[in-house]
């Protein structure tokens, strides 16, 4: 694999036919099936609704990397980046011969299609998979876990996405990516195989600094045995959570997904080339950890009940019909100083009109919001 073929490249192999935050199951079981031409595809099990679950074996070397998406349903980033992944190797199949003949792939583009239909972070049965490593009380759940056992990877690929509130440190860059080495352990000790994790996210973050320089962060390592990635970390392979977040105004994140298709490419690239092994703790550990320190929008110096304040507004995901929007509600209504905002507004110490009254709360839908200044009415709504 050469670097420059798959940064320069994208455009030629991006999968165009899926693209923004929501799409149902069937356009991407479409998809995926199509691949079965080019690579060796197979249904693994059903979901609790009894959708299809696939699995996609690119190459047959003797390192072998487990990669699974979309474990939480409203999660797509990095599912999106995973199709390109996928893309890439059908678009340069003919020049990679040498990394297929050293590297196999088993991926799992969509774990928990129902949650993809509904939208949700859950399953059909209201279960969060990535809290049931331990119990199994799920099919999606066992399903992995067979998979683990009967493919026995070495390195694994554990692909989310994250909120928009994330900071890298203490900065005011928002968290497009981050990564975290789970712990294998209460101890958070550092046994081989973690370490390898650790060096890999360092190397992957010395290529993403020269394209969205300060902008990758790292997710605290608190061991939970009932998270998929611990449980996998404490059994031996190498694994790593991929963390798919905010990047400017980009809410579809198709800006995201390039960079979050560019990690995975280059992990595999390190893996390849075994060219992970200079790194160390101290240069995973230097990556900020992340803060939650964003809001969607900041409606700073505002007049409320006497005194200027700040108001904060998260966007909630929110399916409605086949469209996905992003509904504003107020989070905050208090000095917000230490916070950033993905957009700013300054309402210059005047009041504001939320849903046609001065008069609002935590929790409040902005339906329509004007700003008493003489400024036009600001619709926040995104869809």
């Known amino acids: 694999m050469e670097r420059a073929h798959y940064l320069q490249d994208y455009t030629k ?3 165009t036919a899926i693209e923004g935050r929501y799409f149902p199951y069937q356009e991407l079981q479409k998809n995926i099936e199509a691949y ?3 690579f060796s595809l197979q249904q693994i099990g059903e979901s609790v609704l009894k959708q299809p679950i696939f699995k996609l074996q690119i190459g047959n070397g003797k390192k072998k990397v487990l990669l699974w998406s979309q474990m939480h349903g409203n999660e797509t980033t990095s599912t999106k980046a995973l199709l390109d992944v996928i893309n890439y190797f059908k678009f340069r199949k003919a020049q990679l011969k040498g990394f297929l003949a050293t590297v196999s792939l088993h991926i799992i583009p969509v774990l928990n299609p129902d949650g993809c239909n509904a939208y949700t972070r859950v399953n059909a049965n209201n279960v969060d998979l990535n809290r049931d490593a331990k119990n199994l009380s799920q099919p999606e759940s066992k399903i992995l876990k067979q998979q683990f056992e009967k493919i026995k990877p070495d390195y694994c690929f554990n692909l989310h996405d994250q909120r928009s509130i994330f900071s890298v440190g203490w900065l005011s ?5 981050s990564f975290l080495s789970p712990a ?4 958070k000790t550092v046994p081989a195989n973690r370490l390898k994790a650790m060096q890999l996210i360092s190397g992957i973050n010395d290529v993403l600094q020269e394209y969205i320089p300060n902008k990758i962060g790292r997710y605290d390592d608190t ?3 009932n998270c998929v990635g611990d449980s996998f970390q404490t059994r031996g392979a190498t694994t790593i959570l991929f963390e798919a977040g905010h990047l ?5 994140r198709e800006n995201t997904r390039k960079y979050c298709c560019f990690a995975i490419l280059e992990a595999l690239n390190l893996i390849y080339q075994n060219s992970y092994k200079s790194y160390k703790v ?10 939650k320190l964003f809001l969607d929008v900041i409606i700073r110096n505002i007049h409320y009940q ?16 086949n469209k996905l929007k992003f509904l504003p509600f107020i989070k905050h209504i208090n000095n917000l100083e230490s916070y950033y905002g993905h957009r700013e507004i300054d309402a210059n110490r005047t009041k504001i009109v939320v849903n046609n009254t001065d008069c609002f709360y935590l929790g409040t839908e902005i339906q329509n919001l004007a700003i008493e200044n003489g400024y036009l009415p600001i619709n926040l709504t995104i869809t």
């Open 13 to 15: 192999y991006k999968l």
């Open 36 to 38: 079965q031409t080019a």
């Open 173 to 177: 860059n928002t968290a497009a990516l």
């Open 184 to 187: 294998a352990d209460a101890e």
């Open 223 to 225: 061991f939970n045995a």
């Open 248 to 252: 400017d105004t980009d809410y579809k």
């Open 282 to 291: 101290e240069n995973y550990e230097a990556i900020p950890q992340n803060q």
């Open 306 to 321: 006497n005194k200027i304040t700040d108001v904060g507004i998260h966007y909630k995901e929110c399916l409605l019909g």
